[in-house]
């Protein structure tokens, strides 16, 4: 039976700032962010957008009364959750008006999280192939004002819905994976920025995907050349870059130049929106499927999920016959291009707003936020959404 991708679709908060402006604010030279980095514009999350109502708002633009009725496992992956205990999935499920008779729930490791729900959500279809899935990734990242990893922050969600005979994208049975117990990127529950060792984070990505790589050739005797193109977590877009460069000299000129070239589209919304953690390999995959327009039903992807402290997978999928037409290429562009460019100093009065954690009451005017549905304020502890068409 194939099992994979029926829907994708993203939703990125309304805000981001110039890259080059935030380099001259920091005092470094823009070109370190643009090109040694690789970011041009990087996504400012309101206070009135969480990890939940970006997923919910990715998801929004997908679901139909079809899909509302078979849709019984949503798998939210994060390392931003609102809660330690309770799963945003349960929040989204609500806001989605989906079903009752639904498992929800979270996972978390680092980067990684999407992908585990993207595998546990193969698995419930084999078991039950009427089902759909909704695999949602949705992130915040945050280092720091005036940090090294500022420029790599971002904030953004990817929606996926998962079924049988999907109309996007096969996911193949094969894929290799490992984990390693390092401190290359972590962040304790005490923290809301992340605690990262940048060099050793880069060099561990770079060798987990060697790893990855050599035991997935050696698992289905594929070659580079059996792919059309290659998408790699992107933490920025220079990433990826480093971790395929040490492997083009093994590949004829040909493969070499495709999979550079095609790593380079898949860059495209990524350098808009920055590190939205365990969504950026899909958001990087959505990057390709909707602006690489030479991409032929039958080509194979390979996926690159690295997701820190540290779990890497390296798995496949293989396009369908009118992938294209299901795709929501249209909506994507203009939810980028009507987002709105706040000045570094209003980014810095976003980064700093907080949450009551006292008890206390907050609203906030929904007309701040365009988005369909927004956190409207907190009471008694309790985040309050709202989704301005119900
Ligand atoms: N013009 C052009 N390029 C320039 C330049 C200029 N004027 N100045 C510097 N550069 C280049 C540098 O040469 C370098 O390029 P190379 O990597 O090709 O050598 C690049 O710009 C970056 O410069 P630095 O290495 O000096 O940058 P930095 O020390 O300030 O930090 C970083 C970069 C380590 C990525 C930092 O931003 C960081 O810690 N980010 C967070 C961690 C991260 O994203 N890690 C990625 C792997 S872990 C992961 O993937 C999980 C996750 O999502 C976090």
């Known amino acids: 039976m194939k099992i994979g991708i029926d829907k994708i679709g993203f939703f990125a908060p309304h805000?981001?700032?110039?890259?080059?402006?935030?380099?001259?604010?920091?005092?470094?030279?823009?070109?370190?962010?643009?090109?040694g980095i690789g970011q041009d514009e990087m996504a400012v999350n309101p206070v009135t957008q969480d990890?939940?109502?970006m997923a919910a708002n990715a998801a929004l633009q997908l679901i139909d009364e079809t899909d509302r009725e078979k849709i019984d496992f949503v798998i939210f992956g994060t390392e931003t959750g609102i809660d330690h205990s309770k799963a945003g999935a349960v929040y989204?499920?609500?806001?989605?008006?989906?079903?009752?008779?639904?498992?929800?729930i979270e996972?978390?490791?680092?980067?990684?999280?999407?992908?585990?729900?993207?595998?546990?959500?193969?698995?419930?279809?084999?078991?039950?192939?009427?089902?759909?899935?909704?695999v949602l990734a949705s992130d915040i990242a945050r280092y720091g004002l005036a940090t090294p990893g500022e420029v790599t922050q971002g904030a953004g969600a990817v929606?996926?819905?998962?079924?049988?005979?999907?109309?996007?994208?096969?996911?193949?049975?094969?894929?290799?994976?490992?984990?390693?117990?390092?401190?290359?990127?972590?962040?304790?529950?005490y923290s809301d920025v992340a605690i990262?060792?940048?060099?050793?984070?880069?060099?561990?990505?770079?060798?987990?995907?060697?790893?990855?790589?050599?035991?997935?050739?050696?698992?289905?005797?594929?070659?580079?050349?059996?792919?059309?193109?290659?998408?790699?977590?992107?933490?920025?877009?220079?990433?990826?870059?480093?971790?395929?460069?040490?492997h083009l000299e093994s590949m004829s000129e040909d493969v070499a130049s495709r999979l550079e070239s095609n790593y380079k589209i898949s860059t495209t919304y990524n350098r808009l929106v920055g590190n939205i953690y365990t969504g950026s390999l899909y958001l990087?995959?959505?990057?390709?499927?909707?602006?690489?327009?030479?991409?032929?039903?039958?080509?194979?992807?390979?996926?690159?999920?690295?997701?820190?402290?540290?779990?890497?997978?390296?798995?496949?999928?293989?396009?369908?016959?009118?992938?294209?037409?299901?795709?929501?290429?249209?909506?994507?562009?203009?939810?980028?291009?009507?987002?709105?460019?706040?000045t570094v100093a209003e980014y810095e009065t976003e980064f700093l707003k907080e949450l009551p954690t006292d008890g206390s009451s907050i609203e906030y005017d929904e007309e701040s936020d365009p988005a369909t549905i927004y956190l409207s304020g907190i009471k008694d502890h309790m985040r309050q959404y709202k989704n301005k068409k119900s």
């Open 196 to 246: 990262v060792d940048g060099k050793y984070s880069n060099d561990k990505y770079i060798e987990f995907f060697a790893d990855v790589w050599s035991a997935y050739k050696e698992k289905t005797n594929r070659d580079f050349s059996d792919f059309e193109a290659i998408c790699f977590h992107l933490p920025y877009t220079r990433m990826g870059e480093k971790a395929l460069k040490p």
């Open 159 to 189: 929606a996926i819905l998962l079924s049988k005979d999907p109309k996007i994208m096969t996911i193949e049975q094969e894929s290799t994976y490992q984990t390693d117990d390092i401190m290359d990127f972590w962040r304790p529950v």
């Open 92 to 104: 989204v499920n609500s806001l989605l008006g989906l079903k009752k008779n639904v498992r929800a």
């Open 15 to 35: 805000m981001y700032i110039d890259m080059v402006n935030l380099a001259e604010a920091r005092g470094d030279d823009p070109l370190k962010y643009t090109k």
């Open 284 to 342: 990087s995959l959505l990057s390709l499927l909707e602006n690489q327009t030479d991409l032929k039903a039958g080509a194979r992807i390979g996926l690159y999920s690295y997701g820190s402290g540290s779990v890497g997978e390296f798995f496949t999928g293989i396009l369908e016959e009118g992938f294209r037409e299901h795709l929501n290429t249209a909506n994507h562009k203009e939810l980028l291009a009507n987002r709105k460019e706040v």
């Open 107 to 134: 996972t978390k490791q680092a980067c990684y999280g999407a992908t585990a729900a993207i595998q546990l959500g193969r698995g419930h279809i084999a078991l039950n192939p009427d089902s759909k899935v909704l």
């Open 51 to 53: 990890t939940v109502t």
